[in-house]
């Protein structure tokens, strides 16, 4: 497995961006996570392992619960991070394009 | 898919080069740069204040998917239509400095452009931290797409 091709993976979807902005400052259960957004639990559930598993997010256990935590440390070197913050003004700047073709001026 | 737009962001520097050719006349991409209207469309942002003059300021409001309010604003020191645009870049309520960001609109035939934007920071430090919350710089353009696929999400259960 690509662990870093997945990292740039993980956070190309918003949901799982908007997950990591979540929980940037915090840590939290995936019940609480999840009442953030109005999609299904599993489908949270699913983002969660992806996050975990490409190590973007930690799991710590405190007693019958588990909580998730960003693992900033993932993001240091600039290499990393350079990739997806692309990727975000791509997808920008393809929105730019698109409605300036379509729109009748 | 390969991405159009180019990168560049060297070690030991506080600044960052972002540059991208569009399959659009000059005067297009400049609009897109200069109508409110057409501002909020891509950045997926509400515009609050807007004046595209020398020592105008701009005031751009955005909603997380969670629901929370963000607010960007800046002041505009040069604004020369299909040629150039010098600002300041600001998120309000968060530790991140203010940023330079020079924005440079070039023809390249006819039909296509160039936005060549040079961002300067406070320092490297501050640059680096900025990259390293692609989720907090995505998560307005993403917010519309966010619930596009939640709504087809609901669907899916319904059906």
Redesign the interface.
Known sequence: MNLRRDVFQAIADPTRRAILLLLASQSMTAGAIASNFDTARPTVSKHLQILTTCELLKQEHNGREVYYHFNAAKMKEVAEFLEPFRKLWDDRFNKLEQIMKSEKF | ME?????T?D?GRQDLW?S?E???PLP??F??YKKPE?IE???GTKVLTFEPERLGHYEFETT???GNKHIFCGTIHEFEPNHKITRTFEMVNTSFPVQLEFLLFEQLTPETSR?SMHIVFKSEADR?NL?????????N???N??QE??NR??QQ?HE
Request: hydrophobic share 55%; net charge positive; aromatic share 6%.
């Open positions: 991405l159009k737009t180019r990168l962001a070690e972002i991208r569009f399959d659009l297009l991409l609009m897109a057409i469309q891509w950045m997380d998917p969670m936005l680096n990259l390293k919350l692609p989720f907090a710089q995505g998560i353009g993403a917010h797409r966010i696929i939640v999400l609901k259960n």
